[in-house]
């Protein structure tokens, strides 16, 4: 996704400066600055634009007179189609190439209603509960009373089961549509607290012409990101502007705006509207949502930690794989060629999210305890002794006593262990059967022995995709779970985006160095 600005005044006032897809523009009077500025009312190293989850994201650097954003200043934030920056005595409009681009979220004003309403809500739910039930007469039945209540306790139950993050925020904007009959709705949310906001979830009705689809305004959404403020919006003025911006044009009728908080702050905002019609959102409505997004707040900001602590984790365990690895060139990254294949099988098996966690920590970790097995051996450029070969095989068991001592990792432990067992009972180390066998470690297994023979040993070279797929094939309901091997094959034979993405891991870097 490519984008540009557009100088407005200033120095580059009718000039279009193309931004970086990869690294970062810097925007400065310095002479290393992507974009060097003479103004002396700007830094040296005044703000950033990078990439970040697909969306382009503006950075101050701690200048002196600030950065800022349609009118506002910014600490970091991203930028959306038709942005106005300013920088210093620079006004730089932000756009994105192609009409995709430019479709994508567009701002849409929305300061000519004449209903407002702004408050900030209680922490918690349970307080919000009892404004939700504070009369307001000709609002609601006491049956919709009684649907929204319970609507509330539903995502209470929902967020507070729920572990990961991108299922949680699906479900929490599952609610919201259901709860306020939004026609469309969007949970803006960074990738850490206090960090840029970007749309993780989209919903929208099916029968929703083009030009209502993805518009909303981010000028609400920041304002509310950064003020903690709900906020109401509703029965709009007419407005002679620009047509293919304006409310009316729009045919939005209200619109909510509310942070999803935590003890900690603001982790994100949701935010809904509703088109042409007569029904529009009310301060009861407000409430409502308020009270869900407290709730989900609370259950992102966990859930934001848990992906923190597991990414952490993830890269300790790989830098110590690599210091492992390091003992025998020919294994250098097998691991995390293993899990790549690993996962693309765990897709197929149709495992879920937790199983998914699992298994990528299982590859990862699956030959750890070759830390006991001698670097000659391993490096050795001839088929191993019957004493060597038993050696060897005692790594699984040294893999699975290392993880368990890890607290909560019990499946991961099996999945070890019994990565070379088979499925009639020949494997190692216990000579488990079938479905005996631990179903991540049959997809290691699997995962295992692909990368054996399509990325080499020390004592061959890599076999070709013909001789691999044959020896899966043929060793179905022996060595492999015949399910996943007739399952892989076809969809390494006949789905190229399955193929690819396992023989990337091959292709980027990844494999082996040679000899030369």
């Known amino acids: 996704m490519g984008a540009k600005l557009v100088g407005q005044e200033g120095q580059f006032a009718g000039e279009r400066v193309s931004l970086p897809e990869e690294g970062e523009c810097v925007i400065g009077r310095g002479a290393g600055a992507g974009l060097q500025v003479e103004d002396d009312l700007v830094s040296r190293e005044h703000c950033r634009i990078f990439l970040e989850s697909g969306y382009y994201v503006i950075e101050d650097l701690q200048s002196k007179n600030g950065t800022w954003v349609n009118g506002e200043t910014v600490g970091v934030t991203t930028l959306f189609h038709g942005d106005l920056i300013v920088v210093g005595r620079q006004k730089l409009r932000f756009e994105l190439d192609g009409e995709a681009g430019r479709a994508m979220l567009r701002d849409v004003?929305?300061?000519?209603?004449?209903?407002?309403?702004?408050?900030?809500?209680?922490?918690?739910?349970?307080?919000?509960?009892?404004?939700?039930?504070?009369?307001?007469?000709?609002?609601?039945?006491?049956?919709?009373?009684?649907?929204?209540?319970?609507?509330?306790?539903?995502?209470?139950?929902?967020?507070?089961?729920?572990?990961?993050?991108?299922?949680?925020?699906?479900?929490?904007?599952?609610?919201?549509?259901e709860v306020t009959a939004a026609d469309r709705g969007y949970l803006f949310s960074g990738s850490e607290l206090g960090g840029p906001l970007v749309p993780q979830v989209i919903r929208q009705g099916a029968d929703l012409p083009q030009r209502l689809r993805n518009t909303f305004s981010s000028s609400m959404v920041r304002h509310c990101y950064k003020s903690g403020y709900s906020i109401l919006r509703a029965d709009p003025f007419a407005q002679p502007t620009d047509p293919s911006q304006s409310i009316m044009s729009q045919q939005i009728q209200s619109l909510m705006c509310v942070p999803m908080r935590c003890e900690e702050g603001t982790v994100g905002v949701i935010y809904v509207d509703r088109l042409a019609g007569e029904k529009k959102f009310s301060k009861r409505d407000l409430r409502v949502?308020?009270?869900?997004?407290?709730?989900?707040?609370?259950?992102?900001?966990?859930?934001?930690?848990?992906?923190?602590?597991?990414?952490?984790?993830?890269?300790?365990?790989?830098?110590?794989?690599?210091?492992?690895?390091?003992?025998?060139?020919?294994?250098?990254?097998?691991?995390?060629?293993?899990?790549?294949?690993?996962?693309?099988?765990?897709?197929?098996?149709?495992?879920?999210?937790?199983?998914?966690?699992?298994?990528?920590?299982?590859?990862?970790?699956?030959?750890?305890?070759?830390?006991?097995?001698?670097?000659?051996?391993?490096?050795?450029?001839?088929?191993?002794?019957?004493?060597?070969?038993?050696?060897?095989?005692?790594?699984?068991?040294?893999?699975?006593?290392?993880?368990?001592?890890?607290?909560?990792?019990?499946?991961?432990?099996?999945?070890?262990?019994?990565?070379?067992?088979?499925?009639?009972?020949?494997?190692?180390?216990?000579?488990?059967?079938?479905?005996?066998?631990?179903?991540?470690?049959?997809?290691?297994?699997?995962?295992?022995?692909?990368?054996?023979?399509?990325?080499?040993?020390?004592?061959?070279?890599?076999?070709?995709?013909?001789?691999?797929?044959?020896?899966?094939?043929?060793?179905?309901?022996?060595?492999?779970?015949?399910?996943?091997?007739?399952?892989?094959?076809?969809?390494?034979?006949?789905?190229?985006?399955?193929?690819?993405?396992?023989?990337?891991?091959?292709?980027?870097?990844?494999?082996?160095?040679?000899?030369?």
């Open 289 to 516: 949502l308020s009270a869900i997004a407290n709730e989900a707040g609370i259950a992102v900001r966990r859930a934001q930690l848990a992906r923190q602590v597991e990414t952490l984790f993830s890269e300790t365990i790989r830098t110590l794989v690599k210091i492992i690895e390091t003992k025998d060139r020919y294994t250098h990254t097998h691991s995390e060629r293993v899990t790549e294949v690993a996962l693309r099988l765990g897709e197929l098996a149709g495992l879920d999210a937790v199983q998914m966690r699992d298994l990528r920590l299982s590859g990862l970790l699956h030959d750890v305890g070759k830390v006991g097995t001698p670097a000659d051996v391993l490096k050795k450029p001839r088929r191993l002794t019957e004493s060597e070969y038993e050696n060897v095989k005692l790594h699984p068991s040294y893999s699975a006593r290392i993880v368990a001592s890890i607290k909560g990792a019990e499946v991961i432990a099996k999945a070890v262990e019994h990565h070379h067992e088979k499925w009639d009972g020949s494997g190692y180390p216990h000579g488990l059967a079938g479905e005996d066998i631990p179903l991540l470690a049959r997809i290691l297994s699997l995962a295992d022995a692909f990368d054996s023979m399509f990325g080499g040993r020390s004592y061959r070279g890599p076999c070709g995709e013909e001789h691999v797929l044959a020896e899966i094939a043929g060793n179905s309901g022996t060595q492999f779970d015949p399910r996943l091997a007739g399952e892989f094959v076809e969809a390494f034979s006949s789905a190229p985006g399955f193929r690819d993405s396992i023989c990337r891991a091959y292709t980027e870097g990844t494999v082996p160095p040679s000899d030369g």
């Open 109 to 177: 004003p929305t300061e000519n209603f004449s209903t407002e309403f702004k408050e900030r809500v209680p922490e918690r739910a349970a307080t919000q509960l009892r404004l939700v039930t504070d009369p307001e007469p000709g609002q609601r039945s006491v049956s919709e009373l009684e649907r929204e209540l319970s609507a509330v306790c539903r995502i209470i139950d929902v967020v507070n089961r729920e572990e990961a993050l991108d299922r949680l925020f699906s479900r929490i904007m599952d609610h919201v549509i």
